[in-house]
């Protein structure tokens, strides 16, 4: 079946450091790749996202491109602020389009 | 109100006992979906509401769960015969449409507890 995996955390970065988040997945076909970011004491918000191959989804300088050479959705940041802690979840669209298939989530701290 | 409801927030209850937790999506919102956050895990799915009919049960884990909406509006997630393992954060997420043409926002969450 679908599955998502992601690297686990936490990472821990001080403030103005480059992220990476891994991602890949495992699907049928080439579903829509979502981030989902969850800030502390918040609900679930969607960050960013890409239905298709080659796509790169962007917010909030935060940028993920879909690969589907390597059936991968990286999440990247150029310069990590300490308001951008908080958990990191990557998602997929089943293939029938009613549910969404997420990883476990990466926890990210950033220090200032 | 703005965004997705839930209630409650928190609910304690013992092993055996039945529990009902609610959603209120947002306004004109046709699709609903429930999922669930345990302790360490991604969210799993569990049910999708298109209108009141529920196309994708797939994901409730026993015949335990049950969910009903009505209309396109309140839905209620039923636990029946609560077991330590149903403790989790219950998530209630709503969209526009259906077939992921449409953002789903999430609401805050039902953290549930069985003792």
């Known amino acids: 079946g679908d599955s998502v995996t992601q690297m686990e955390g936490p990472v821990t970065l001080s403030e103005e450091a480059f992220l990476t988040i891994n991602c890949t997945y495992t699907a049928t076909g080439y579903p829509s790749l979502f981030w989902y970011v969850q800030y502390p004491g918040e609900g679930l918000q969607l960050l960013l996202k890409a239905t298709k191959a080659d796509d790169k989804g962007s917010n909030k300088g935060f940028e993920a491109t879909y690969r589907k050479e390597t059936t991968s959705f990286h999440l990247e940041k150029g310069s990590v602020q300490v308001s951008d802690s908080a958990v990191y979840f990557c998602a997929l669209l089943n293939q029938a389009g009613t549910a969404l298939i997420f990883g476990k989530g990466t926890t990210l701290s950033v220090s200032s | 109100g703005a965004g997705v409801s839930q209630s409650p927030s928190n609910k304690v209850t013992e092993k055996g006992k039945d529990v009902e937790l609610r959603c209120d999506p947002i306004?004109?919102?046709?699709?609903l979906y429930w999922y669930r956050q345990r302790l360490g895990q991604g969210l799993e799915f569990l049910i999708y509401?298109?209108?009141?009919?529920?196309?994708?049960k797939s994901g409730l884990p026993s015949d335990r769960f049950s969910a009903e909406r009505t209309g396109e509006s309140v839905s209620t997630l039923t636990i029946q015969r609560t077991q330590q393992e149903d403790s989790a954060v219950y998530l209630c997420?709503?969209?526009?449409?259906?077939?992921?043409?449409?953002?789903?926002?999430f609401g805050p969450g039902t953290r549930l507890t069985v003792l």
């Open positions: 997420a709503s969209s526009l449409d259906a077939g992921g043409r449409d953002e789903q926002f």
């Open positions: 306004s004109g919102h046709t699709a």
């Open positions: 509401f298109q209108g009141n009919s529920a196309p994708d």
